[in-house]
């Protein structure tokens, strides 16, 4: 399909296709490492700002742990009475700014024999200092400040809860204390303060990473203690949006983050619904924990930013490069195509057509020259082959108007002689070219005497022909009453050697024929012997002297023989185009098949013998053109069967 | 699907009885209060009140506000309502102690109290916890534990539970008290997972104690049967209703909720409406018509409060139980 395609049209798929390619890895590759290295720079950054915070919210938490943890330890190591004890809490709530309230809250019994509960407690409501008994309120001793540190035997922080009056979220830091009695240390009360975690929530709420990256505390039941979505806080646990959502794996990460553990995790942000990745770290004094979030698209914004230029600049540039590749794919294609048709024309014969322009010395340039050189070469051998055709033609003209000439010497009626019943005489010529060397003719010499030719003049073609139609009219000339067969041909050869530079000679056989008797007296000068065709049956070659040919030595002498027709024989005369003419396998028709012919071809009438072997001639020689003239004649006697 | 088929059944049945001059009777005042603050518990007599089915059955309903502060037993007593809900152990209790009052519907029909131990902590068969500290909450909620106890020969150290699990969740205790609904869900949102946990559901221990039931003063009822008997009529199809469209009933309950200032957690009302229809509707293979105290429970927890010295005489059947629904299906 490809195949067919203009070049125009595969350089646009390669060179785009191909660059595509080359885009698309080179971006991607750019991508991946990009994306890398942000998501790397991020995680570390990440962790430093969820590090920082952890710190801040630490150093908060310490610094309240000290206070009860000082107090227990003076109510371990100290004795005080209920005055002094107040006065600490109250001096304790005064100096303390982050401290909302704090209270000490004795074992039934533990500090007064004769009260039951004690747990004096100071707060900060409003600017002032206020006092309350708890025990007037509630039964402190199930309460999870209390029993929690107090079943735990150590300090506790107590889950986040929501101040009085509501709106701000505290939580307790409760200490165990205990007393020597009888060598052991037993568990006396707990001493309790309130903190407000707003510091906290601010630590935590100043956490912005990218544009809606947040933070979030957890407390050790998972209770979301800060968040930016109010309704979430103390309200749900990390887990109970795991069930909310149907999210497994959150569950397992509030698992972890309840546990201690810190982590990098991917995570659906509960505000955005985007994916986020989370990091979080445990608060080691409270066993809370601090999750970070950091919205993943926007991590990768600007690597996307930047993509989708690098994309859209890619695609641009690729469009550019097609246009580019159009354009000299045009430009090599359009005179290319211009040519092409250019060639019809030349093919069609129009050699005038204009080629089109190239200005460019390149290689289309270079075939635009080669083909204006080609054009005009063509023109030039066109009109040269115009002229000589022309000459050729006239020359033919005059060949053929020779030709004419020279079959009109030769006598073409037949028969000959309509009233002489004594012997029959037909011939024929066939010459390779327009004008042929073979040669024959009869006439009589007295009313008895008929003289009959056949010659065939060395070479082919014009001087043939002209030497030809010179020994035709010599012998003519020369064959006068009373002279024999070989003093004519004698004479002719004379006449011929005069002048003869060209050294062009001819073979002659010259018979006279006895009308009367039927005796043939005859010289041979050079030419194929006849074939003596006998009515009786029997046919052969008449094998004479073998005397030379005519026209090379002027002083040659010639014999005459003899041979007796029977009436009915006949003598069949022939040049070398007969028995030299040549099949495609390079045979010669040959003597041979000649006698062959003759036999199957006697019994018609002489015409019919003759027209019989040329036949057979043309069928030998088939495709194979004819290189020499072909001229056959018989002369039958009859005798006076004739009359 | 079958059961919404019951339902809705249930639904068209009551419907056909509805007296059709009921419009132009005056609707009857009555007060009613749960045991306890707004929640999933008691969602069947919010989504009644709110979906009009109390009017529907003649009456003009009032609920107060339930909660720790407002013991059930004691706005009955005092006459403050007309209705309430209760345990059964605390019904039977105060009966025999000579408050005369009738459930006059059982509408838990298996108790959801249960203990809670991590197996993590070596606990996984009642033996394990021997000599274990374990959280139990005051009065009734600590008779079917003691009986545990009793049975399994158990010698444990009790400590007091609050109202919060966070002193189990952070191994102050190795078992603790729990309703199946709430503190036992609560566990599983502070991180526990089911199976790091050991539950014991007292209904398995040959302990069941139905629960919630619903109670007035025996004067009451035999004043107006009528007036009792549509209450729990209309407070069964309440319950019907929301468990065939809890999402609509958790709205309603959340609703109760915030108005009373309760912390409110969808999720957390979700499953205690599913147990809640538990407990209600229990897969049983004798199962009896919603709102049925079954004689053989009564028996249970009485013999069972007796043995713990609870009470002295175990209360007659035939007055204690009002058995409204038989009346309402006559």
């Known amino acids: 399909m490809l195949k067919n395609r203009g070049i125009a049209f595969k350089l646009v798929l390669f060179f785009t296709l191909s660059s595509a390619i080359i885009f698309t890895l080179i971006f991607g590759y750019n991508y991946y490492v990009s994306r890398k290295t942000i998501e790397k720079n991020v995680e570390e950054n990440a962790r430093t700002i969820v590090t920082n915070a952890m710190n801040k919210i630490e150093t908060v938490l310490r610094a309240t742990q000290k206070v009860p943890e000082n107090i227990a330890y003076f109510l371990e190591n100290s004795s005080y009475n209920e005055k002094e004890l107040v006065q600490l809490i109250y001096t304790v709530v005064e100096k303390n700014q982050e401290i909302y309230g704090a209270a000490i809250a004795f074992e039934p019994y533990a500090f007064k024999k004769t009260s039951q509960y004690f747990a004096p407690y100071f707060y900060k409501p409003n600017q002032w200092i206020e006092f309350k008994s708890i025990d007037k309120y509630y039964n402190y001793l199930y309460s999870d400040w209390y029993q929690i540190p107090k079943e735990l035997k150590r300090p506790q922080w107590i889950e986040p809860y929501f101040g009085e009056g509501g709106g701000i979220i505290m939580s307790s830091y409760s200490v165990p204390f205990y007393k020597k009695v009888d060598g052991k240390r037993q568990f006396k009360g707990i001493v309790i303060v309130d903190v407000s975690l707003e510091q906290l929530r601010n630590i935590v709420s100043s956490i912005k990473v990218l544009k809606t990256g947040y933070g979030f505390l957890i407390s050790k039941n998972g209770t979301i203690v800060t968040h930016p979505l109010k309704d979430l806080i103390m309200n749900e646990t990390i887990f109970s949006i795991a069930e909310a959502r149907n999210d497994t794996p959150l569950r397992e990460i509030g698992r972890k983050m309840i546990h201690g553990e810190s982590g990098l995790v991917p995570f659906k942000s509960i505000t955005t619904e985007k994916m986020c990745w989370m990091y979080f770290v445990p608060i080691p004094s409270s066993g809370w924990s601090l999750a970070v979030l950091f919205p993943q698209d926007e991590m990768i914004e600007d690597i996307t930013n930047l993509n989708k230029i690098v994309i859209f600049l890619g695609i641009f540039g690729l469009f550019l490069l097609s246009i580019a590749v159009v354009f000299i794919a045009r430009s090599i294609t359009e005179p290319l195509r211009g040519m092409a048709k250019a060639t019809e024309h030349i093919g069609a014969g129009n050699l005038d057509i204009e080629l089109p322009l190239v200005k460019t010395r390149d290689e289309v340039g270079k075939l635009s020259e080669a083909f204006n050189y080609m054009k005009a070469s063509l023109k030039e051998y066109i009109k040269e082959l115009t002229e000589a055709t022309a000459s050729k033609e006239r020359i033919e003209s005059e060949l053929k108007i020779a030709h004419d000439i020279q079959m009109s010497i030769l006598p073409k009626r037949f028969p000959p002689f309509p009233d002489r019943g004594e012997f029959d005489i037909y011939a024929t010529i066939k010459p390779a070219k327009e004008v042929g060397g073979d040669f024959y003719d009869f006439f009589f010499i007295d009313d008895e005497h008929l003289c009959f030719v056949i010659a065939d003049v060395s070479g082919k073609g014009v001087p043939a022909a002209l030497f030809m139609t010179l020994t035709k009219t010599l012998i003519k000339a020369k064959a006068t009453v009373g002279l024999t067969s070989d003093k004519i ?127 057979e001639i043309a069928q030998f020689s088939h495709e194979v053109s004819q290189s020499d003239d072909i001229t056959m004649m018989i002369v039958q006697f009859k005798g006076n069967k004739g009359r | 699907m079958l059961m919404n088929i019951i339902l809705s059944l249930f639904i068209f049945v009551a419907s056909l009885f509805l007296p059709c001059a009921r419009a132009e009777e005056t609707l009857k005042n009555a007060f009613f209060i749960p045991q306890w603050s707004p929640q999933a518990q008691f969602a069947g007599y919010y989504v009644a009140y709110e979906k009009g089915i109390y009017k529907k059955y003649g009456i003009n309903l009032n609920i107060l506000p339930g909660g720790p502060s407002s013991p059930s037993a004691e706005f009955l007593e005092k006459g403050e309502v007309d209705f309430a809900t209760m345990w059964l152990s605390t019904a039977i209790q105060k009966r025999s102690q000579g408050l005369k009052l009738v459930n006059i519907a059982q509408i838990i029909q298996r108790s959801a109290l249960m203990l809670i131990a991590k197996k993590a902590r070596g606990i996984n068969r009642p033996e394990d916890i021997d000599n274990k500290k374990v959280g139990i909450w005051g009065e009734d909620f600590k008779i079917q534990p003691t009986a545990f106890f009793r049975k399994y020969k158990l010698k444990v150290k009790v400590i007091p539970q609050s109202y919060s699990v966070n002193l189990f969740l952070r191994d102050g205790v190795d078992v603790a008290s729990a309703m199946w609904y709430n503190e036992y869900h609560t566990i599983l949102n502070a991180g526990l997972n089911p199976d790091e946990l050991t539950t014991f559901f007292f209904h398995e221990h040959e302990l069941n104690f139905p629960e919630d039931g619903i109670y007035t003063l025996e004067k009451t009822f035999k004043r107006d049967p009528a007036l009792s008997c549509a209450f729990v009529k209309a407070s069964i199809e309440g319950w019907l209703y929301a468990f065939s469209q809890p999402e609509e009933a958790l709205d309603i309950v959340l609703k109760y909720m915030s108005k009373a200032n309760v912390p409110a957690n969808k999720v957390h009302q979700r499953w205690m409406l599913r147990r809640m229809k538990d407990l209600v509707l229990p897969v049983d293979k004798d199962r009896v018509p919603v709102g049925t105290l079954r004689l053989e429970d009564f028996m249970r927890v009485s013999n069972t409060l007796k043995e713990g010295g609870l009470i002295k005489n175990i209360p007659d059947f035939k007055s204690f139980y009002g058995e409204c629904v038989k009346y309402a299906e006559k």
């Open chain 1, 489 to 615: 041909i004698s004479r002719v050869n004379e006449d011929l050697c005069i002048g003869n530079d060209l050294n062009m000679f001819v073979t002659v056989f010259c018979g006279i024929l006895n009308t009367i008797t039927g005796e043939i007296l005859y010289t041979n000068g050079g030419h194929n012997p006849p074939l003596l065709i006998r009515d009786k049956g029997d046919i052969a070659f008449v094998e004479g002297k073998g005397e030379l040919v005519v026209g090379v030595m002027e002083d040659t002498t010639y014999t005459t023989e003899s041979i007796i027709l029977q009436p009915g024989d006949s003598l069949f005369l022939y040049t070398d185009g007969v028995t030299e003419a040549m099949n495609e396998k390079s045979e010669l028709f040959s003597e041979e098949r000649l006698k062959n012919e003759i036999l199957k071809c006697r019994g018609e009438s002489i015409q019919q013998v003759i027209e019989c072997i040329m036949g």
